[in-house]
């Protein structure tokens, strides 16, 4: 069993930057594939950025592409999105998820093992 604990959301002007952290318990973090998703209102879920056990592989979302950087602290279980120049388009509830033995491409597509609860992400314009 693995629980995920975002935080780091918050409310920040358009340029701005946020750190959210996704916290996990478990002994096995270390095996597992990451992803961040979001999901602003009114629309379905998206995959926003994934990264494999190891940290050494990444993948975005066009959207966010060259914009934010997922990275991961294994001995500290913890996984990071770094959000820099956001725009109003990026409101949304972010979500942690882990995924037990897939590349970092299939995580976009779902199916995840383990989902955080979320931190909400307000940009103003």
């Known amino acids: 069993q693995v629980q995920l604990v975002e935080s780091g959301g918050g409310l920040v002007q358009a340029g701005g930057s946020l750190r959210l952290s996704c916290a996990t318990s478990?002994?096995?973090?270390?095996?597992?594939?990451m992803g961040w998703f979001r999901q602003a209102p009114g629309k379905e879920r998206e995959f926003v950025a994934a990264i494999s056990w190891s940290g050494g592989l990444t993948y975005y979302a066009d959207s966010v592409k060259g914009r934010f950087t997922i990275s991961r602290d294994n001995a500290k279980n913890t996984v990071y999105l770094q959000m820099n120049s956001l725009k109003f388009e990026d409101t949304a509830v972010y979500y942690c998820?882990?995924?037990w033995g897939v590349g970092v491409r299939n995580v976009k597509e779902g199916g995840m093992d383990y989902w955080g609860k979320g931190t909400l992400v307000t940009v103003s314009s």
């Open positions: 998820a882990a995924k």
């Open positions: 478990g002994r096995t973090f270390s095996r597992y594939t």
